[in-house]
């Protein structure tokens, strides 16, 4: 038992001590997770916006694939990444596999349906209450797109912290496709999974002390944002 | 001088599951500029869908419309009218300025042009100082307001309005149409207005269109003998009672039938 308390107290040591190594892991998750959401919002909203207002053959069934593609085991994108970019893969040549732009691809992978998917709900809303009014402005379909990008811009930024909160908390792709390799691709998920298997306890707790707040952090900012959207609508019904 | 709308043998037909519905039959009329036109009727006579057709917001299925000598997605396009929808549809997250300027945002125009304009539209709706509120702070009527002086804020010729005050109550209402008058007066547009209330057809038209269910289609077409300058105590008045009684006699004929 004393033990157990003497763990606690080095893992916060190491955060008050601003230790070197569990800073550059932080750093590194930060960079990879953001690098992603970054490229993941790139794809996924103009997705998400074709899919709230285009009208072609096979949208339904595109629809029902982006949502369900939110539920994808990240271990089985680890694998799927893996095999692209290991050396006999089709992007072997790259030689990618084990670089956190290799981590970034999963995590990418892993995002964009997220995106595409909340982008798409909020956008069809939108477009649900305003097309007409778009319309008798002489707006085409897709010229109506940025307008509704920007007014909704509240709701889709939810949309990408929720892919946030999924990238810096995942472990399963980011440890095929990275390899856990000490200062290259090692990251707070990686580091928590290796270093508590080792016993070395204290630096597991503090990377996953930081972890929660990171998570945490995102979430309230999620609930947050949410709620002053429900106040104004509560306003505007009132 | 050719007609500003213009339908000749006009038809739309839904198709449900139920079979074929008639929306418009055989609608033929003429708009003239500067006209204000009323379209009155039990639901589901055609007159909002009429309105939306000149809009290019539905799509006729026979004969002919054309909108400033264009198809009505021409002029949609060269945004020959503003459109007054039933609910304001005002934008709750924008100011009222901000949602005046929204068309205008998405037409180009400089930002002392846009800021120019909605200080006029504003003045014409009267709601001057009331810019920076939010929808949700002004009245029913107020932002009914604010959505006609959007509609207003760019040039369109032609002012579509569909029953936009029909949701309010009587002496509001007749505030606004009074308003609207003379709002009509000073910027010559033409006007579609789409109404349930009888006073309200007669009070604001120059013409009314009496329109009948089942198939959708115009029972009468009326020409409002009331000159131009109206005061609301016309409504007393022998000729304006006439016309009234006239309108309720159109629109009890369309009825005999079912």
């Known amino acids: ?238 | 001088m050719s007609s500003v709308v213009s339908a000749r043998g006009l038809n739309l037909t839904f198709q449900t599951s139920d079979g074929p519905v008639h929306a418009l039959k055989n609608v033929n009329l003429e708009i003239e500029k500067g006209d204000f036109v009323s379209f009155i009727g039990p639901s589901g006579c055609g007159k909002t869908t009429f309105l939306r057709c000149i809009a290019a917001l539905e799509q006729p299925t026979g004969g002919s419309l054309s909108v400033n000598g264009m198809t009505p997605d021409e002029a949609r396009r060269n945004r020959a009218y503003g459109y007054v929808f039933q609910a304001a549809g005002l934008y709750p997250w924008r100011t009222i300025a901000r949602n005046i300027k929204l068309p205008l945002e998405i037409m180009g125009y400089t930002r002392e042009e846009q800021e120019d304009r909605v200080r006029k539209v504003l003045d014409l709706v009267d709601l001057a100082g009331f810019g920076g509120k939010y929808p949700w702070q002004l009245s029913g009527g107020m932002q009914q307001r604010a959505s006609i002086a959007r509609a207003l804020a760019f040039d369109a010729d032609i002012l579509l309005m569909d029953e936009p005050f029909g949701a309010l109550d009587e002496i509001v209402r007749d505030h606004l149409n009074e308003q609207l008058l003379a709002l009509w007066a000073r910027t010559g547009k033409t006007i579609g207005f789409v109404t349930h209330s009888i006073p309200e057809a007669v009070y604001l038209s120059t013409r009314i269109v009496v329109m009948s269910p089942r198939p959708g289609r115009i029972t009468d077409v009326i020409e409002s003998p009331l000159p131009r300058e109206r005061p609301l105590g016309i409504r007393d008045s022998k000729a304006f009672i006439e016309v009234a009684h006239r309108v309720r006699e159109g629109l009890r004929a369309g009825h005999s039938d079912d």
Do not use: C
Not at chain 1, 29 to 52: E, H, N, Q
Not at chain 1, 67 to 89: C, D, I, K, T
Not at chain 1, 150 to 159: E, S, V
Not at chain 1, 204 to 226: H, K, R, W
């Open chain 1, 1 to 238: 038992m004393q033990e157990f308390a003497q763990e606690f107290r080095d893992a916060f040591a190491l955060i008050l001590a601003g230790d070197a190594e569990l800073l550059a892991i932080v750093l590194l998750s930060l960079r990879v997770s953001l690098f992603a959401v970054f490229f993941a919002a790139v794809i996924g909203m103009p997705l998400g916006a074709a899919l709230a207002v285009g009208r072609f053959p096979g949208r339904g069934a595109l629809v029902v694939l982006v949502n369900a593609l939110m539920g994808l085991p990240p271990v089985v994108v680890g694998l799927l990444v893996y095999l692209m970019l290991s050396r006999s893969g089709p992007l072997g040549v790259l030689q990618l596999l084990y670089t956190p732009t290799a981590m970034i691809i999963a995590q990418v992978v892993l995002v964009t349906p997220i995106i595409a998917a909340l982008s798409r709900q909020v956008i069809e809303m939108l477009d649900a209450e305003y097309a007409e009014q778009m319309r008798s402005l002489g707006l085409s379909r897709f010229a109506t797109v940025p307008v509704l990008l920007w007014d909704g811009r509240i709701a889709l930024l939810t949309a990408l912290l929720a892919g946030f909160g999924r990238a810096i908390a995942e472990v399963g792709a980011v440890i095929i496709v990275g390899g856990n390799i000490n200062h290259v691709t090692r990251v707070m998920t990686t580091t928590i999974a290796l270093e508590t298997s080792k016993g070395n306890l204290a630096l597991a707790l503090a990377l996953g002390a930081v972890l929660i707040a990171i998570a945490v952090t995102v979430n309230a900012l999620v609930s947050l944002l949410g709620q002053r959207a429900e106040v104004r609508e509560a306003m505007r019904n009132a």
